[in-house]
C-alpha cells in the first residue's frame, strides 16, 4: 500500500512540473537514417530536433548519439544498447530495420529482434511511454536504390517491416512517426539526396525533423 502511494505523489508530482524544469536525456537509437550519413552531424535530424526542441522550452540533451551507418536490429541489441543503458536517458527515438531487409532477414527475425530492443529500452527509460517508434524509408526511389533491392521489391519489403514496427507500437501504447509516404519524394527531387544517390541529404533530414518534431513534442510537454 505504502508503495502505492509513493507511485501515486511521485505521478501527481510530476504532472505537476512546470515543462521547462522537467530535464530529459535523450540517446536515439538506429542505423545511418539516425546518424544521418549523407550530411554533417550539425545537421542530423536528432541534433535540430534537440535545439527546435529546447527552443520550445523543453530541457533536453542529447547525450550520445551510437547509430551507425549499416547497423541492423542484431547490431543494435549488441552495440547500441549497451550504450544506451549506460548513459542512463530519459527518452529515445528508434529508426531500424532497413539494413535487415538488405542483408535478408526474415520478418519473424526482425520482430523477435524489435521485441527485444523495444523491451530493453521500456525497461530502462524511468517512464516506458518516453519512446517513439520511427517507420522505414523507402530508399528504392533512390537514383541507387535498386542495387540493393537483391532483385525484390523495395517498396512492399519496406512496407511489411514498417507494419511490424507500427503493429508493436500500438501494442505497448507508443507513439509512431511514419517517414516511408514522405520520403519518395526523394525519387522526384534530387535535392533531396545525397552525393552518394541513396542517403537523404541535409534538406531531406530536416524534412524529418519537422514530422518528427511535433510528436516528440507532444510527448514531452
Same mark, same amino acid.
Given at each position: 500500500?505504502?508503495?502505492? $502511494? !509513493?507511485? @501515486?505523489?511521485?505521478? =501527481?508530482?510530476?504532472?505537476?512540473?512546470?515543462?521547462? *524544469?522537467?530535464?530529459?536525456?535523450?540517446? #536515439?537509437?538506429?542505423?545511418?537514417?539516425?546518424?544521418?550519413?549523407?550530411?554533417?552531424?550539425?545537421?542530423?535530424?536528432?541534433?535540430?530536433?534537440?535545439?527546435?526542441?529546447?527552443?520550445?522550452?523543453?530541457?533536453?540533451?542529447?547525450?550520445?548519439?551510437?547509430?551507425?551507418?549499416?547497423?541492423?536490429?542484431?547490431?543494435?541489441?549488441?552495440?547500441?544498447?549497451?550504450?544506451?543503458?549506460?548513459?542512463?536517458?530519459?527518452?529515445?527515438?528508434?529508426?531500424?530495420?532497413?539494413?535487415?531487409?538488405?542483408?535478408?532477414?526474415?520478418?519473424?527475425?526482425?520482430?523477435?529482434? $524489435? !521485441?527485444? @530492443?523495444?523491451?530493453? =529500452?521500456?525497461?530502462?527509460?524511468?517512464?516506458?511511454? *518516453?519512446?517513439?517508434?520511427?517507420?522505414? #524509408?523507402?530508399?528504392?526511389?533512390?537514383?541507387?536504390?535498386?542495387?540493393?533491392?537483391?532483385?525484390?521489391?523495395?517498396?512492399?519489403?519496406?512496407?511489411?517491416?514498417?507494419?511490424?514496427?507500427?503493429?508493436?507500437?500500438?501494442?505497448?501504447?507508443?507513439?509512431?512517426?511514419?517517414?516511408?509516404?514522405?520520403?519518395?519524394?526523394?525519387?522526384?527531387?534530387?535535392?533531396?539526396?545525397?552525393?552518394?544517390?541513396?542517403?537523404?541529404?541535409?534538406?531531406?533530414?530536416?524534412?524529418?525533423?519537422?514530422?518528427?518534431?511535433?510528436?516528440?513534442?507532444?510527448?514531452?510537454?
Amino acid at each position: 500500500m505504502k508503495t502505492f $502511494l !509513493i507511485s @501515486i505523489c511521485i505521478s =501527481v508530482f510530476l504532472i505537476n512540473v512546470p515543462m521547462e *524544469k522537467r530535464s530529459y536525456r535523450y540517446v #536515439p537509437l538506429g542505423d545511418s537514417y539516425t546518424i544521418c550519413t549523407g550530411t554533417t552531424e550539425e545537421n542530423s535530424w536528432p541534433l535540430i530536433m534537440t535545439d527546435h526542441l529546447k527552443g520550445n522550452k523543453i530541457n533536453i540533451e542529447l547525450i550520445t548519439n551510437p547509430a551507425r551507418n549499416g547497423f541492423t536490429t542484431k547490431d543494435v541489441i549488441e552495440k547500441e544498447l549497451p550504450v544506451f543503458v549506460n548513459s542512463k536517458p530519459t527518452f529515445s527515438t528508434l529508426l531500424i530495420g532497413v539494413n535487415d531487409w538488405v542483408q535478408g532477414v526474415d520478418t519473424k527475425t526482425f520482430q523477435k529482434n $524489435l !521485441i527485444f @530492443i523495444i523491451e530493453k =529500452v521500456q525497461a530502462t527509460l524511468p517512464d516506458k511511454t *518516453k519512446f517513439i517508434l520511427i517507420t522505414i #524509408p523507402d530508399f528504392g526511389v533512390t537514383p541507387t536504390g535498386s542495387k540493393y533491392s537483391g532483385g525484390k521489391n523495395i517498396s512492399a519489403g519496406i512496407s511489411e517491416f514498417n507494419k511490424i514496427i507500427i503493429e508493436e507500437a500500438k501494442k505497448r501504447n507508443l507513439k509512431t512517426v511514419d517517414l516511408f509516404e514522405i520520403s519518395k519524394e526523394m525519387g522526384k527531387d534530387k535535392s533531396l539526396v545525397a552525393e552518394d544517390g541513396l542517403h537523404p541529404s541535409a534538406k531531406e533530414y530536416a524534412i524529418w525533423e519537422k514530422i518528427i518534431f511535433p510528436i516528440v513534442y507532444s510527448l514531452l510537454k
